[in-house]
């Protein structure tokens, strides 16, 4: 089938900062929603508002529903980290702490898949630690790393199957409307150090913003058309 696949972020909410440490938090029931917005609208539904979408963040053309009035059968659902993340540390907290969850029409088939970090990806990176940018550097220079576990292999099948198949129906249809729900069911906070100026022996150190330590995520769908249209069309 084609590709089904939606791009959810999580900003968190910068306080105090400059001469204090500064925290960025992710309240608890920040929540966010994949294939809640098409290729054109806002992106707020999926945590980054105020962008509008393109064929890069997802390939639905009408949020919540099937490209072409086709039904498809769901049997896997991957979660991975996109290139844009640098702060380990507040990923990791994420993935332990947020919950993700299959919506059809609202909330009248309402289905837990668990834990983000009970979701692999079914491709992407592939390391045991990642830049870090709310941890100071070291006296000599350079960045920082948190050492993180990675959400899976990178193998394109390292999916949680969905044996049975779940089926999202063409508009108009039962279980037609679909969302994926991501829910922080903890408020999840990291902190940076105080701004640090630049001096002899003294290697600087400025907090980073909110945007900069958003964590970006890509779900994508796995599965098949059930009753494809004809090879001519």
Same mark, same amino acid.
Request: charged residues 15%; neutral net charge.
């Given at each position: 089938?084609?590709?089904? =696949?939606?791009?959810?972020?999580?900003?968190?909410? /910068?306080?105090?900062?400059?001469?204090?440490?500064?925290? =960025?938090?992710?309240?608890? !029931?920040?929540?966010?929603?994949?294939?809640? =917005?098409?290729?054109?609208?806002?992106?707020? @539904?999926?945590?980054?508002?105020?962008?509008?979408?393109?064929?890069?963040?997802?390939? #639905?053309?009408?949020?919540?529903?099937?490209?072409?009035?086709?039904?498809?059968?769901?049997?896997?659902? %991957?979660?991975?980290?996109?290139?844009?993340?640098?702060?380990?540390?507040?990923?990791?907290?994420?993935?332990?702490?947020? %919950?993700?969850? /299959?919506?059809?029409?609202?909330? *009248?088939?309402?289905?837990?898949?668990?834990? /983000?970090?009970?979701?692999?990806?079914?491709?992407?990176? =592939?390391?045991?630690?990642?830049?870090?940018?709310?941890?100071?550097?070291? #006296?000599?220079?350079?960045?920082?790393?948190? !050492?993180?576990?990675?959400?899976?292999?990178? !193998?394109?099948?390292?999916? @949680?199957?969905?044996? *049975?198949?779940?089926?999202?129906?063409? *508009?108009?249809?039962?279980?037609? %409307?679909?969302?994926?729900?991501?829910?922080?069911?903890?408020?999840?906070?990291?902190?940076?150090?105080?701004?640090?100026?630049?001096?002899?022996?003294?290697?600087?150190? +400025?907090?980073?913003?909110? &945007?900069?330590?958003? +964590?970006?995520?890509?779900? &994508? /769908?796995? !599965?098949?058309? +059930?009753?494809?249209?004809?090879?001519?069309?």
């Amino acid at each position: 089938m084609d590709p089904y =696949y939606t791009r959810v972020s999580f900003v968190p909410i /910068l306080t105090a900062g400059g001469a204090a440490p500064a925290v =960025y938090t992710v309240a608890s !029931g920040a929540i966010v929603r994949g294939f809640s =917005y098409a290729i054109g609208s806002d992106m707020g @539904p999926g945590g980054n508002p105020g962008v509008f979408a393109q064929a890069c963040d997802t390939n #639905i053309v009408t949020a919540g529903k099937t490209i072409g009035g086709r039904a498809v059968e769901i049997q896997g659902i %991957s979660c991975q980290f996109t290139p844009f993340n640098r702060s380990a540390s507040l990923a990791a907290n994420l993935f332990t702490n947020t %919950s993700m969850r /299959l919506l059809f029409n609202g909330s *009248e088939t309402n289905i837990l898949l668990g834990p /983000l970090y009970m979701v692999p990806g079914g491709n992407g990176f =592939y390391s045991t630690n990642g830049e870090d940018l709310s941890q100071e550097p070291a #006296i000599p220079g350079g960045k920082s790393f948190f !050492g993180a576990y990675t959400n899976g292999l990178p !193998g394109r099948d390292n999916v @949680p199957k969905i044996r *049975e198949g779940i089926i999202w129906q063409p *508009e108009g249809e039962s279980d037609s %409307s679909l969302v994926i729900q991501l829910t922080p069911e903890r408020n999840i906070s990291v902190q940076a150090p105080a701004n640090e100026a630049a001096a002899a022996g003294i290697r600087g150190y +400025v907090q980073p913003t909110a &945007q900069a330590m958003t +964590v970006d995520l890509m779900l &994508q /769908l796995h !599965g098949r058309i +059930v009753g494809p249209r004809s090879h001519i069309v």
